[in-house]
């Protein structure tokens, strides 16, 4: 069965420090991997996208990277900042096209001052 | 340009009432989904749409919902009749016709069941 597992649950961090968010999967075929963040009462906001032949990509203070052989990849934020809190949502498309998604529950992370 | 857009944003309806969300998607975007996202999870697929053909709608309980997307642009999503358990918020999204590309998310509206 196809499936995306996130870790941690949750996480607490003060502003400013560093963090690392982890997706494991097992869909295949592989199409591509995404990174959203989702603040409450938002819907989804893309971040990243890594295709199979992508290893890292960032955005800002985001940097996604991907391990296609060991099926992980980690979502690092530098310098966090209070806006910072929110879920972070792995998706994982399988398949032509990337159209069919499987959605991870989502890390919560906290940024405190 | 706007973004994907839904109405409403929330709606309270009682068990066994009928109620419908609404759903205009990017322009140009011919990709169209529904998800339902309940409280600390991720969002789960109800229905995909490539222009106006339903092309995944496994995971839609196809007793109680439906979905229609006439023409090809905005879309309806319908639950008749409504039990407690679909409390939720109902997201709709959209990406254009290229593969491996973002979707763009609603804000979703937030369905109580009373």
């Known amino acids: 069965k196809n499936q995306v597992e996130q870790s941690p649950q949750s996480l607490i961090i003060l502003e400013g420090k560093n963090c690392t968010l982890q997706c494991n999967y097992t869909v295949s075929p592989f199409s591509n991997l995404r990174w959203y963040k989702q603040d409450t009462g938002r819907g989804p906001v893309s971040l990243t996208i890594?295709?199979?032949?992508?290893n890292t990509k960032s955005n800002g203070r985001y940097t996604a990277t991907l391990d296609a052989d060991t099926k992980q990849s980690s979502l690092h934020i530098t310098a966090s900042q209070l806006s910072d809190s929110a879920s972070y949502i792995c998706v994982v498309s399988e398949g032509a096209g990337g159209f069919k998604t499987i959605f991870g529950a989502g890390t919560r992370l906290f940024v405190k001052a | 340009e706007a973004g994907v857009v839904q109405s409403p944003r929330y709606k309270i309806i009682e068990k066994k009432q009928p109620v419908a969300f609404w759903c205009n998607p990017i322009s140009g975007h011919n990709t169209l989904y529904w998800y339902r996202q309940n409280l600390g999870q991720g969002p789960e697929l109800l229905i995909r749409y490539e222009n106006e053909e339903a092309v995944d709608d496994s995971q839609l309980p196809k007793d109680r919902f439906s979905a229609e997307r006439l023409k090809g642009v905005d879309s309806t999503l319908k639950i008749q009749p409504a039990e407690l358990g679909d409390s939720a918020v109902y997201l709709c999204a959209s990406s254009p016709p290229e593969m491996n590309t973002e979707a763009f998310f609603g804000q979703g509206t937030r369905l109580t069941v009373v």
């Open positions: 890594m295709t199979f032949s992508e």
